[in-house]
Nanobody, 129 residues
Framework: DVQLQASGGGLVQAGGSLRLSCATS????????MSWFRQAPGKRRVFVAA????????LYADSVKGRFTISRDNAENTVYLQMNSLEPDGTGVYYC??????????????????????WGQGTQVTVSS
C-alpha cells in the first residue's frame, strides 16, 4: 500500500521555525517528485514547495522563498520542509504529495496539484501572532 505519513506540525509563534517530515512507503521514492501543499480553513489547497525526483530542481511559492527549504533523503524515503520565519498566514494543514512517474516538468509543472496522484493525511501547523 502507498503511504505518506506527514509529521512535525504544531503550534509556533510568528518568527519561529518548524521542520516537517513526510515518510513514505509503497512506491519508488527515488523516482518520485515530491511536494508540500498547504490548506487553510475554508480555503483551497495551495502549493508551497516541491523537489524533482532527481533532486536537482526545487520550486517554491513566492510567499515562502528564502524562508522555507525542501529536501529529500532517498535512503530514508522521506521528504522534509524546513520552515523558518513563520508567519500567521502559514497556518493550515500541510500535505505532502508524490508523483512516482519520474517525470521532468517544464515551467511550474512541479507546482501543479494535479500532477501528484499520491497524498498523505497532512499535519497541522498553527502560527500565532
Amino acid at each position: 500500500d502507498v503511504q505518506l505519513q506527514a509529521s512535525g506540525g504544531g503550534l509556533v509563534q510568528a518568527g519561529g521555525s518548524l521542520r516537517l517530515s513526510c515518510a513514505t512507503s509503497g512506491f519508488t521514492f527515488s523516482r518520485s517528485s515530491m511536494s508540500w501543499f498547504r490548506q487553510a480553513p475554508g480555503k483551497r489547497r495551495v502549493f508551497v514547495a516541491a523537489i524533482s525526483w532527481g533532486g536537482a530542481t526545487t520550486l517554491y511559492a513566492d510567499s515562502v522563498k528564502g524562508r522555507f527549504t525542501i529536501s529529500r533523503d532517498n535512503a530514508e524515503n522521506t521528504v522534509y520542509l524546513q520552515m523558518n520565519s513563520l508567519e500567521p498566514d502559514g497556518t493550515g494543514v500541510y500535505y505532502c504529495g508524490a508523483d512516482p512517474r519520474a517525470r521532468t516538468y517544464s515551467g511550474n509543472g512541479l507546482a501543479n496539484r494535479a500532477n501528484y496522484p499520491y497524498w498523505g493525511q497532512g499535519t497541522q501547523v498553527t502560527v500565532s501572532s
